[in-house]
């Protein structure tokens, strides 16, 4: 298995863009895949008008407008950072939330690349998309991505381990990246009363991944952190890896997606790129 096309999503501002285009480039001419670009903008809640409606007519036009102009400089953004590569492009564009747009688009890609900038996200909702959101929904994995970051070698990966459908999701998902890597290590992070439990099912997991040309070794440890996620990004650190692969785990209430605490944590503050599945 291989990626054969990426999705990555494109916003009209240029902190939040630029670097993730090019580690998504990257990816692409490593895997040879197709790169399709995706942006999506709405409308935010007008106004309240008390005389009878002029003004929020006014508004709706002006944003239109603002939003057609900010998927023209999307776009253009996208096809000139691709304009030097070798690789097959398309464009993805829609007056629609972020999230649900991509979530929707992901049906033509392998791989979703998409941001974690949660002040973005925070501030605008009808421009920015909650990663968290389009993991749940898309039915693909996705690599988070931290602000600024423009680069993912992928030579060391550090894969959470926990006896879930979703990490073993997570793990098949991932094995492009796994059979490219150094180094792999997959970790769980479990109580003292569970050592060796933990380590009879990681050396499942590394007896799996070496009949598929894929060499591992596994770490169990008693959690000594603030949580399984500083664990695992410990770990990471330790290890010199920037991909940290987990299985995404949440549900839906009141229409805003609930997480689990380690699916959480690393959607929140990981310094490093993820890849989730759900």
């Not at 890609?109 to 501030?123: E, K, N, S, T």
């Not at 600024?148 to 098949?172: M, P, Q």
């Not at 492009?176 to 180094?183: E, N, Q, S």
Request: aromatic share 6%.
């Amino acid at each position: 298995m291989s990626y054969a096309s990426i999705l990555v999503h494109v916003e009209n501002a240029e902190a939040s863009s630029d670097a993730r285009l090019e580690l998504a480039a990257t990816l692409a001419q490593r895997f040879d895949a197709a790169l399709i670009g995706a942006t999506a903008a709405t409308f935010r809640p007008p106004p309240v008008d008390a005389f009878g409606g002029v003004v929020f007519v006014d508004v709706l036009a002006d944003e239109r407008e603002q939003i057609a102009a900010e998927l023209r400089d999307a776009e253009a953004r996208f096809r000139s950072h691709c304009a030097s590569r070798t690789f097959a492009t398309e464009w993805r564009a829609a007056i629609d939330m972020p999230a649900e747009m991509l979530a929707r688009e992901a049906r033509s890609a392998d791989l979703i690349v998409i941001g974690r900038d949660l002040d973005r996200q925070r501030a605008d909702i009808y421009r920015a998309a909650d990663p968290g959101s389009v993991m749940m929904a898309a039915g693909r994995p996705v690599v988070v991505v931290p602000a600024g970051t423009s680069a993912l070698s992928a030579e060391h990966v550090v894969i959470a381990w926990k006896d879930t459908r979703e990490a073993r999701r997570a793990l098949w998902d991932a094995s492009p990246f796994l059979r490219a890597a150094a180094t792999v290590h997959v970790v769980e992070v479990a109580p003292e009363s569970e050592l060796d439990a933990a380590q009879a099912r990681t050396g499942d997991v590394i007896r799996h991944l070496d009949r598929h040309q894929i060499k591992a070794r596994s770490d169990v440890r008693v959690q000594r952190e603030a949580s399984v996620a500083d664990e695992l990004i410990l770990v990471a650190e330790q290890n010199g890896a920037d991909l940290i692969v987990a299985g995404g785990y949440g549900h839906a209430r009141l229409r805003e997606w609930v997480f689990g605490g380690v699916t959480h944590d690393l959607l929140r503050r990981c310094p490093k790129c993820c890849l989730l599945s759900h």
